[in-house]
């Protein structure tokens, strides 16, 4: 095969054709299968006991920040619900009523809204910055995505999900806490810059059915069912399935393609995907699982692949269920026990032609992941007098099986064919210690253990001093690690080898945040910060046999600092603006690291246009530039998204139109060795229409 292997990432499967056009109906169909199970198992929905809003997204928009900062809470940060002022991190919450009126389709959607965030995409994956790291290549491992407490990064590529690969529809969010900083003292694993935590609507909050239909460019469609409602004996069940299809954009000029078309890939960007969720719970029970398959075209030749061919395609299934039992002991002390399984496969389709560029015969490759997993958890939680909340809990997870697998269809040959194992175990514990009514010391540490490289321990301490009511000033300090995932140890084919020797990467941050309630209209956020980051893992050739392979490469720092003001008022304003200023550089080489903007800024603002009927929400957003894998820049952008929400248009329906990048601005990511494109330019102005009942 030579050169042109395919690397990293991805796998087989058949084409999605006309098969897959039904492959969302059916998966509105498993929404039910999935909830008739669960009947039958006679158990309930995760999540909700620890994480609920005292009060809806309508109630909400009438208090006053001021009143609002005395009633707003966050579960991630400590692994229970604490006020913001309070928790051991700078923390933002995006809402329901927030994806609501600016329009969000996706994770991706929301999370570029969120001060210090940043994010790519391939066209076929995004991934998840945050200030100033995020090199191309990198798959999200960085950041761990949980829903209610779930892990949703997959043993694999440590892939976040972010994009429509993300397994639940974003109309079943009530909220997504993004807690930044080292979290592997709670978390273990992947919480190395941000911990994100979606919490899942409650079945209190719902009464009956939804249904909601969208259509938008690119001849693209959607649908979405959904129920849920808590009985009076306490039983609380939601069930819900959706589907999207689109074509995609038709032409897709890459320059860097020119000899062949003209370099236009034509009608290759087609997506057809569906989720299933359903969560059931009563009295301290509660379980929740998710389904989520995804086709999708690729028109970008990834790995050196065939340009302009309609056999290139990337696959992916995920799906978890997660059982939870919770116990208050007394006033003072509860636990929690829980179990889940996970299961992850990735299929990608990649024709070749190893003579000559598109001459000569082609074959299929077929690179090929699947993992199963199991876990448990235990959690005890004690207050021990006035002064101090004790929490110690420990986890397990094993991958029953770790396979990965690279081949040709014709002439077969395989290239690798691997089976592995793994198992995780960590142990923590944490002390919240009230020196005084408006003075906390939070302090706790985890240790985990990987059968593939041992041990590692990582502490995470904050003093939060309240001054007053509304304001608080943190003084973070914290570590945390990303352990080698099964993709860098054992990925191994014509171009690539192993490296069992691979050690976990570090990082050791501080940070000083200081929040402040200026008016019953203001707030500010502020924080100061720095980030140590230790043996960042990276592909490079080995000079000795002309080998690929993994290692640890990189020692990079960030300092920086962010600011955040926002205002809410009765009439029914909402405005947030952010910036942050982040100087990312790899020490080891003495440059400014790849895809690592300098400055990013943002803002949102939502406006009441009739009663409370009709209302407009415009977010902008705004990078710098950026650096390249070959050290050339990427120009900056700015760009601009307007939804208009009409509520009760007629009884029980709701309608929105929005437009994202409105003013059709021309901007591009930078992308990994991977890609022949050093930069992918990224989607024009387009458009999407929205509809939704409630019965």
Known sequence: MGGTQPGPRRASGEHFGARGRVEGARCLLQAAGLSACLLVLGFPTPGSGQQTTPTGPESLKKLSLEELAKIEVVYAASKREQKLTEAPSSVSIVTREDIRQYGYRTMFDLLKSVRGLYLTSDDAYSYTGLRGINQPGDYGGRILLTVDGHRINEPFYDSTFVGTEFPLDVDLIERVEVIRGPGSSLFGNNAFFAVINVVTRR?????????????????????????????????????????????????????????????????????????????????????????????KDVANAPFGSLFDDPRTEEIDERAYLKLNFTRELNTDASFRVGLSYDHYRFEGIYPFNYSAPDAGPHTINRDQARSESVGGELQFNQTLGKKHRL?????????????????????????????????????????????????????????????????????????????????ALKLIYGQAFRAPNAYEFYYGQAKYKTNPGLRPEHVYSTELVYEQVLSKSLRLTSSFFHSDVDGLIGLRTDPADGMMVFENLVRARSTGFEGELEGQWQNGYRGRISYTNARARDDSMNRVLSNSPRHVGKGNLTVPLWRDRLGAGLEVQAMSSRMTVKDRECGGFWLANLTITGRNVRTHLEMSASAYNLFDRSYADPMSVEFRQEVLPQARRNFRVKLTYTF
């Open 391 to 471: 929490m110690v809990g420990s986890d397990l997870r094993t991958d029953l099986r770790l396979d990965l697998a690279n081949a040709d269809d014709d002439p077969p040959f395989t290239y690798m064919d691997s089976r592995h194992t793994a198992t995780m175990v960590g142990a923590f514990a944490q002390d919240e210690y009230a020196v005084r009514p408006n003075l906390l010391i939070n302090a706790g540490v985890r240790y985990d253990h990987f059968n593939t490289f041992g041990g590692t321990v990582n502490p995470r301490a904050a003093v939060i001093y309240n001054p007053g009511a509304g304001r």
């Open 203 to 295: 079945a209190a909050d719902m009464a009956g059915g939804e249904g909601s239909g969208t259509a938008a460019s690119y001849n693209t469609h959607g649908g979405r069912f959904t129920y849920g409602r808590r009985l009076a004996n306490g039983f609380g069940v939601i069930v819900s399935g959706s589907a999207l299809a689109g074509e995609g954009r038709k032409r897709i000029h890459y320059p860097e393609f020119s000899t062949i078309n003209g370099g236009v890939a034509e009608n290759l960007d087609g997506i057809d995907n569906g989720t299933t969720f359903a969560s059931m719970s009563r009295g301290a029970f509660a379980l929740q699982g998710a389904f989520m398959k995804r086709h």
